[in-house]
DNA sequence: AGCAGCCTGTCA
DNA sequence: TGACAGGCTGCT
């Protein structure tokens, strides 16, 4: 499940491996994961070099010279892993052979449950169109004001708000639970009920978080590995993620879990107030009684 | 706004 | 062996 933190690993070594090369060679092994230009089209990707590797949200994109643009989104289990040429293995659906100047290496995208896609888009105007049409600001990038706005005008509960590209992009659930508990908001809170205060919050320990997390090399809950093979580290840092029974580390309580528009989510009850009118999380009752 | 569907590996 | 995991699209 790689969400920013994991995303920006895999970029930043991407970028080591492959700015420079020239792609010499292209596997597309399931074409079905393909998008916005037909297959024959990557044939036109032969001989270009990638000049610039960078990051959206989850999208990695590789830019390439005569103005293309490849682009990644591994959704849970996707992976992109770089080395020596290999035989793919049974879940590759594309692999590149990078010349360099130290040598060929290869890039696999790999993907078990084949969620990922991959892009082929012209660089001009690939802004205005998918994947990166409707997606937010950067969770990295957005200030401060504008993510307030953002959450402030919807009625809608923080988490499934925080999980929303359109509104930022690079939270997946793992981080969208940590930065609601450092900030001690219970994820039901609409984001309309957020206080100047607790927004302002939220937006410096979204950063902290995410920036921590990058610093760890991301979390490695079940699989995922950067593009060398290694490991991350934060999972050993999370507060409530897949915490269930376990003691709050901020505070007395326990972490609870419930389900917030399809979604596990963890946080502690004590210290993640409930919102001021909504659901309890155990059940609706009690708190709403008297409320306008 | 909420949920099925896409997928398959993993765990109870 | 069946439920579950979850990012995102598209449907209701």
Redesign the pocket.
Known sequence: ?P?LPEVETICRQLKRHLEGGLITRLRLARPDILRGAPERALASVLGRRIEKVSRR??LVRLGLSGGRLLVF?L???GRLVVGPERRPDK?NHLLVTVGGAGGACQLHFDD????GRIWLLPSAGAEEM??FLNLGPDALAVTRPDLAARLGA???RLK?LL?D?KIVAGL???YADEILHRTGIHPLTRGRDLTAAKAAALWRNMRLVLRHAIRRGGSSV??YVDPSGRRGSFQLEHAVYRREGLPCPRCPGTVRRIVV????TYFCPRCQRPPPCGVTGRRAGGLTKGCP
Do not use: A
């Not at 528009?261 to 596990?264: C, K, L, Q, S």
């Open positions: 499940m969400e949200g989850k989104h959704k849970m289990t879940h078990p449950r084949r969620f998918p994947p919807s009625s809608r499934p999980l590209q997946g659930n793992i079940r699989d528009g399809g979604r596990g």
